[in-house]
């Protein structure tokens, strides 16, 4: 399986350098460059999406969301409205409707994100970020209408509502094990923050989410810049208590999604603030990433930088998929050179992705898009499997790379 997928990937290596030899349309509209071959691979890969997705949508039970998908059973798990990740499926469904005007795909998102209304106002809100901007933040994006944007503001306010002013951040998770945990996942999460800040909402929820990116800037990078996966915090003087692993290999180890979404974070932030330590923080995070002895020749990172090389560790295509949107938008902020490196590494991830043993074929892998993920190892919870976030943000970049060289929108 995974020579035939070499073989492809080399056939298409060779097409992509015949072709870079002409300038296309596409070289013509910046500095950034998109490749003809590169979009053309987009194209393909968009349409299938379409067409994957309205299998993944015939086989969704009512009142439930895609998760993941066990291939050798056959098995579908889906979550509930209120899981971290059932912002995702809808909010795939929105790209890919930007991308075909397919209605079907938007009828569908916007369907199924109706039960994720009642997320607006919860108490426990742990990752609204992901659940709430990546459905109707799309929504709103493509589709403005007044109630989405009362839900986005509602969202916001709850997300802000768990801020601890001693601590300067947002909790991050709640299980029995921490006083006040804060994970770099949290700042993917001040999207939502700052759009509503800058919606009309309260002025006070940028600096909530400034303050919590301080927060973390201060204490969960260590000196290369890798982040841990846990800094959890005494409520009652805000000072760190213990820097620990919950997903990652070890305390000390730099888990791939933690580092992804950091970057991640980080980008959207200097997009924000133009805060030029968000920057340096961003360019920092992807010099790490791409520079890192361990990432394998088609960028494709194992599920922990320091898992140990025997048994050769399981790859996760979730993280690569979130670097490689967070290095399209990045590679805009930077100088040319660097944003030249920046979009070859997410060209070859992009192109990792493409095929096998990534991508499935339609009709596979039970409607979703990629395979290869690890949810939560230390867990053994989803373990190499498709994963709902892992498609959201194949697509999210794709449609990114579409954008380079042009006036971007998001
Ligand atoms: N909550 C985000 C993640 O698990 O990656």
């Avoid at 994006?141 to 001693?166: C, G, H, I, M, T």
Wanted: aromatic share 12%; with cysteine; net charge positive.
């Amino acid at each position: 399986m995974f020579r035939i997928g070499r073989i492809l990937l080399f056939v298409f290596l060779l097409s992509g350098l015949l072709a870079t030899s002409f300038v296309s349309e596409a070289q013509k509209k910046g500095p950034l460059r998109p490749s003809e071959p590169m979009l053309k691979l987009i194209e393909n890969n968009l349409k299938q999406a379409c067409s994957q997705y309205k299998i993944l949508k015939g086989r969704l039970p009512a009142g439930r969301f895609p998760k993941t998908y066990f291939i050798r059973t056959g098995r579908m798990e889906t979550g509930e409205p209120d899981a971290w990740t059932s912002g995702f499926y809808p909010g795939t469904l929105m790209y890919l409707y930007q991308f075909s005007k397919d209605t079907s795909l938007s009828n569908e998102a916007l369907q199924r994100m109706k039960l994720l209304e009642k997320n607006a106002d919860r108490k426990d809100a742990y990752d609204l970020g992901f659940l709430m901007y990546n459905s109707y933040g799309n929504a709103q994006r493509l589709l403005p209408s007044p109630e989405y944007a009362a839900l986005l503001q509602n969202s916001a306010r709850a997300l802000a509502a768990d801020f601890n002013a001693k601590v300067g951040a947002i909790r991050s998770r709640e299980t029995g094990k921490w006083q006040f945990p804060v994970t770099t996942d949290g700042l993917a999460n001040l999207e939502l923050l700052f759009w509503a800040a800058r919606s009309g909402g309260d002025p006070a929820l940028e600096k909530i989410a400034i303050t919590h990116a301080n927060t973390t800037l201060l204490n969960q990078f260590r000196p290369d810049y890798s982040s841990y996966d846990v800094v959890d915090y005494d409520t009652t003087n805000g000072q760190v208590v213990s820097r620990k692993t919950a997903r990652g290999y070890a305390d000390t180890s730099a888990w791939s999604r933690g580092q992804a979404w950091g970057l991640y974070g980080f980008t959207m932030l200097y997009r924000f603030t133009r805060d030029s330590r968000y920057l340096d923080q961003a360019v920092h995070i992807a010099d790490f990433i791409s520079g890192n002895p361990h990432l394998p020749v088609d960028k494709i990172p194992y599920w922990d930088f320091n898992a140990p090389p025997f048994p050769v560790p399981l790859r996760d295509a979730s993280s690569a998929a979130i670097m490689c949107s967070a290095l399209l938008e990045l590679c805009g902020y930077t100088d040319p050179k660097k944003g030249q490196e920046y979009v070859a590494v997410a060209e070859q991830i992009i192109r990792s992705l493409s095929f096998d043993p990534y991508k499935a074929l339609v009709g596979e892998n039970g409607g979703f898009l990629l395979k290869h993920s690890v949810g939560n190892m230390p867990a053994r919870i989803e373990v190499d499997v498709p994963e709902t976030y892992a498609d959201y943000y194949f697509v999210e970049a794709m449609m990114r790379y579409r954008q380079l060289g042009e006036k971007r929108s998001w």
